[in-house]
């Protein structure tokens, strides 16, 4: 068995962004292992997107192409995955930790006689075999693991703990593998795909966060962080106190007990920066934290940091973003 896989995630023709995190991790993986990296994307008519993949430091993309694999179904993607990693033999197979992949990939992975190791934060290579660091207690613990046997070692790769902007350029060949999938094999239909039901938030596609916390005093306020998400195109997302009161839904909530999240910037907005807070956002590219407490402790995971009453500085950020974007 060599080399290593990863699975890259697509719905509709688009990205999940979380892909390119996976992939980051597979290559510095494979750096330390000495072994080629390989990506895979499962769908229908995604060569556009294959080729993208191909021009990143890969050794090959397998576009797993089938009709069946138009539309997410967790047995059409099991069968297919199965068959391309019995023809490759990969020593370890990486996922990114998204809604389809903890779906479908333990299945996956019970097919090779292995369990899925999920939401890794870190992989290492030691003493012959890979060890992926997992968070316990609300991220106060880092636990190694290491998966007994030879392998394939099936990961999941949480969002946010490896850079996609690490991944370096390259020209890697494209190649198209069709699985042997019959109607038959599928006993779901596929419907709406989950992240677009009726009011869901996937914050881990957003670009820009303006989280609020308990700083902004009552659920009436909230409409002042609202126009800064709205001015700067972001998402809204809240700490656990604000969706604990009703005053935003839970499906907004960042942190250990609710989303984990990787954008280019995230603004938090009279939050703490408490530990179960923290481990749901440090993994931002540039974090914005504006607070009037300058100990709080968000301030020391944070880029810039604006120490004053939210209250003043946001309708003045507002203005400034609205004149900038004209
Ligand atoms: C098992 C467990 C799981 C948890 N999971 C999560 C989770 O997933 N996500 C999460 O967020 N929390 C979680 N928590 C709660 C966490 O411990 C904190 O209580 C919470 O994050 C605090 O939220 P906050 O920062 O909004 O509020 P606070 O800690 O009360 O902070 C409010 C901040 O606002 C500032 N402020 C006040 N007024 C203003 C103003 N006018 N202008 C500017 N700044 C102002 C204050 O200086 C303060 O720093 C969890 C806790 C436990 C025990």
């Given at each position: 068995m060599s080399g290593l896989l990863v699975v890259m995630e697509q719905g509709g023709g688009q990205w999940h962004r979380m892909s390119w995190e996976a992939l980051a991790a597979g290559v510095e993986l494979g750096k330390q292992m000495g072994q080629p990296v390989f990506a895979a994307l499962p769908g229908s008519d995604i060569g556009t997107l294959a080729a993208e993949a191909a021009a990143k430091a890969v050794a090959k993309v397998h576009a797993v192409e089938h009709d069946l694999l138009k539309e997410y179904t967790p047995d059409a993607y099991t069968a297919a995955l199965e068959q391309l990693i019995r023809k490759h033999e990969p020593s370890v197979v990486l996922f990114p930790h998204t809604y389809q992949v903890r779906d479908f990939a333990p299945k996956l992975a019970t097919r090779f006689g292995q369990n899925l190791l999920s939401d890794a934060v870190q992989i290492r290579y030691e003493g012959g075999s890979p060890v992926f660091v997992r968070q316990l207690f609300q991220g106060k613990l880092n636990a190694d693991f290491r998966q007994s046997g030879a392998g394939p070692h099936f990961a999941s790769i949480q969002a946010g703990a490896y850079r996609a902007d690490t991944l370096a350029a390259g020209q890697a060949e494209v190649e198209t593998f069709t699985p042997q999938l019959d109607a038959s094999q599928i006993r779901t239909k596929p419907h709406e795909p989950f992240r677009e039901?009726?009011?869901?938030?996937?914050?881990?596609?957003?670009?820009?966060i303006v989280s609020v916390g308990?700083?902004?005093?009552?659920?009436?306020?909230?409409a002042v962080v609202q126009e800064l998400a709205t001015a700067l195109g972001a998402e809204l997302a809240a700490s656990r106190p604000i969706c604990d009161n009703g005053w935003l839904p839970m499906e907004r909530q960042v942190g250990s007990s609710g989303q984990t999240v990787s954008p280019k910037m995230y603004l938090a907005v009279?939050?703490?920066?408490a530990i179960q807070h923290l481990v749901g956002m440090k993994g931002s590219k540039t974090i914005v934290a504006i607070n009037k407490?300058?100990?709080?402790?968000i301030f020391e995971v944070a880029d810039y940091g604006v120490v004053g009453d939210l209250f003043e500085v946001v309708p003045a950020l507002v203005e400034e973003v609205k004149k900038a974007k004209g």
């Open positions: 039901a009726a009011r869901a938030v996937d914050l881990t596609a957003a670009e820009i308990r700083g902004i005093k009552e659920k009436e306020n909230i009279g939050i703490s920066g407490d300058s100990n709080a402790p």
